[in-house]
């Protein structure tokens, strides 16, 4: 489970990414982290990487170890930030391959839950948010996808 330390630096990393956008902060929300925690354990339980039937937005992030792991809520939102190199900024949309980016910048996205669950060898980390990101209407993309300030 997600303890106070993780789900601050969870926050803090999104808000320092999204400030390099002139992005708006985001905050917690409860509700929000309660799904995400209840995804995250069911991920765990099945040993899945799939997207829950939720409305909000929705990243999810996990790893494996021989070695014991202990996850830090920086690492799963550095991972989905690493996909901006991939980001076609001259034909602004929805590419599968930098949707986890552009959900933690997309400028709508006031909220933000997270959840974790790990056995020690295996973590996943759910992050949703609120207003879901990645609305791939005319023109969307171009508002909430700022380039670096």
Known sequence: ????SFQEEFLE?????????????????????????KWADQLLATN????????????IY???SSAPI????????????????????SSPGFQS????????????????GVGLATDGKRVFVVGQYRPAGNMNMPGYFEKNVCPLA
Request: aromatic residues 8%.
């Open 62 to 64: 996990g790893m494996s």
């Open 70 to 89: 202990k996850p830090t809520g920086k690492e799963a939102v550095d991972s989905w930030y690493s996909e901006i190199k991939d980001y076609k900024w």
């Open 13 to 37: 990393t999104h808000n320092a990414y999204r400030a390099k956008h002139n992005t708006p902060k985001m905050t917690l929300n409860q509700e929000l982290t309660a799904s995400a925690q």
């Open 48 to 59: 899945t990487m799939q997207h829950s039937e939720t409305a909000d937005g929705e990243n």
């Open 97 to 112: 391959d930098t949707g986890h980016f552009t959900q933690v910048v997309w400028k709508d996205s006031t909220e933000l």
């Open 1 to 4: 489970m997600a303890d106070a």
